[in-house]
């Protein structure tokens, strides 16, 4: 598959990067509420910090990554544009909502559901090839788009590539990915304000 995309390493690890913060975020949500039963049991602290401080740690990390990135687009003859500063707080604006919302969606049912957490490492490695990074979205069969479009991070990983390599932003599948992430966030905001009362008495 590398042969047929040029600047292979270039073409993976701007898509494997963003992927890597949204797969790692999701996979520890699911043991965050059980991992810090004394501190959901013991104190009054709002349990959504606990999965803000594991997302966002998880950022910091995909923004230290960012540079790595630039280098490879200089080892390639290119180099980073000015969008970057207008396109990547953006994309990272959407991503943060469908991280959070399913996070928030994983980590309330794994206290109910404690194998759960053992799926979503399973999930995680499924979706990724349902997630254009190792290939491109053009190669996808059109047999099969309407389920590969069904992936939130889609839209998102191909948004990020188009800003590093291409250097362009485009505002529709922001604006669709944006729309997705406000829904998962409200729907794993629902799912956790519904059951968060039984967290400490199931802990």
């Not at 207008?86 to 980590?107: C, D, E, N, T, Y």
């Not at 109910?112 to 979706?127: C, E, I, K, P, T």
Request: some cysteine; overall charge positive; charged content about 10%.
């Amino acid at each position: 598959m590398s042969s047929r995309i040029d600047n292979f390493s270039l073409f993976l690890i701007s898509g494997l990067f963003p992927w890597q913060w949204f797969a790692n975020s999701v996979i520890l949500s699911a043991s965050v509420f059980i991992s810090n039963k004394p501190l959901i049991q013991r104190t009054t602290l709002p349990r959504t910090i606990l999965l803000l401080a594991s997302i966002l740690n998880g950022a910091v990390h995909f923004l230290l990554s960012v540079p790595v990135i630039g280098l490879f687009l200089l080892m390639a003859g290119k180099r980073p544009c000015l969008i970057w500063l207008v396109g990547l707080p953006a994309l990272l604006i959407p991503q943060f909502l469908i991280i959070f919302g399913l996070s928030l969606l994983v980590s309330s049912i794994n206290v109910f559901f404690r194998d759960l957490q053992h799926l979503v490492g399973v999930l995680m490695n499924f979706l990724f090839f349902f997630t254009p990074i190792v290939y491109s979205e053009t190669m996808i069969p059109k047999s099969i788009q309407p389920f590969v479009f069904l992936n939130p991070m889609m839209p998102i990983v191909v948004a990020y590539r188009n800003l590093f390599l291409n250097g362009t932003f485009s505002v529709v599948p922001w604006f669709v990915s944006l729309v997705t992430g406000l829904l998962l966030a409200a729907v794993g905001y629902s799912v956790y304000n519904r059951l968060k009362w039984k967290f400490a008495e199931l802990l």
